[in-house]
């Protein structure tokens, strides 16, 4: 995060000048008194205001340059834009290499959105945001694939009378598994393991669990 240190007259024209060195707005730092202003006898020996501006860390901006960085090194340049849907934000990449960065199955998406949420989330002080990457609108024809997944797996295990463990998924594509089988009578679902190998399990209802 950048901050400086600027003395002035009164507290606010430190901060004013602090604001013009960081080139940015008082909405988006914070502001340590480190010493207050104190007037002299006759105007004489009086003291400066010291004060300590730090620039309030940007998720998004931190994940989006993240992704610029990572992309290029990668000899995979992407433009990328964003749009908010229900309780995250979605970044959507596009470029002329955009298959390498999906991967198989969308494993190496998946690994990239992991570590780009590490990265944007990694500041404590932040509010914490989750982040979902798309790559010209793959996760639309991956939840459809999803979808087909469910229920091909939810009739295995009726037939079955078995259990049965999907592979590890990221949390928003677990949630469409969840989704998909919600209302279904025969089997349930629940999330086990640990990220990012956690998964999702298919069993009959009212199944004892071991």
């Known amino acids: 995060m950048k901050k400086v240190q600027v003395t002035g007259k009164t507290v606010e024209e430190a901060v004013a000048a602090a604001l013009d060195q960081l080139q940015t707005s008082k909405e988006q730092v914070e502001v340590k008194i480190l010493e207050d202003s104190k007037k002299g006898f006759f105007g004489l020996g009086g003291k400066p205001a010291v004060v300590e501006v730090t620039v309030k860390a940007d998720p998004v901006k931190t994940a989006i340059e993240y992704l610029?960085?990572?992309?290029?090194?990668?000899?995979?340049?992407?433009?990328?834009?964003?749009?908010?849907?229900?309780?995250?934000?979605?970044?959507?990449?596009?470029?002329?290499?955009?298959?390498?960065?999906?991967?198989?199955?969308?494993?190496?998406?998946?690994?990239?959105?992991?570590?780009?949420?590490?990265?944007?989330?990694?500041?404590?002080?932040t509010k914490h945001v989750k982040i979902v990457l798309d790559a010209e609108n793959y996760r639309t024809r991956r939840q459809e694939s999803l979808e087909r997944l469910a229920e091909h797996s939810a009739q295995k295990v009726f037939i079955t009378k078995k259990s049965f463990a999907l592979e590890p998924m990221p949390a928003n594509e677990r949630k469409v598994i969840h989704l998909a089988l919600k209302e279904n009578r025969d089997v349930e679902t629940t999330s086990e393991g640990v990220e990012p190998f956690r998964k999702v399990v298919i069993r009959p209802k009212n199944m004892v669990k071991r």
């Open 68 to 125: 610029q960085d990572v992309t290029s090194k990668m000899g995979v340049p992407v433009t990328i834009s964003q749009r908010q849907e229900n309780d995250h934000l979605v970044l959507d990449l596009t470029g002329e290499k955009i298959a390498i960065l999906i991967g198989k199955r969308g494993q190496t998406l998946n690994a990239l959105q992991l570590l780009t949420n590490m990265v944007a989330n990694s500041d404590p002080e």
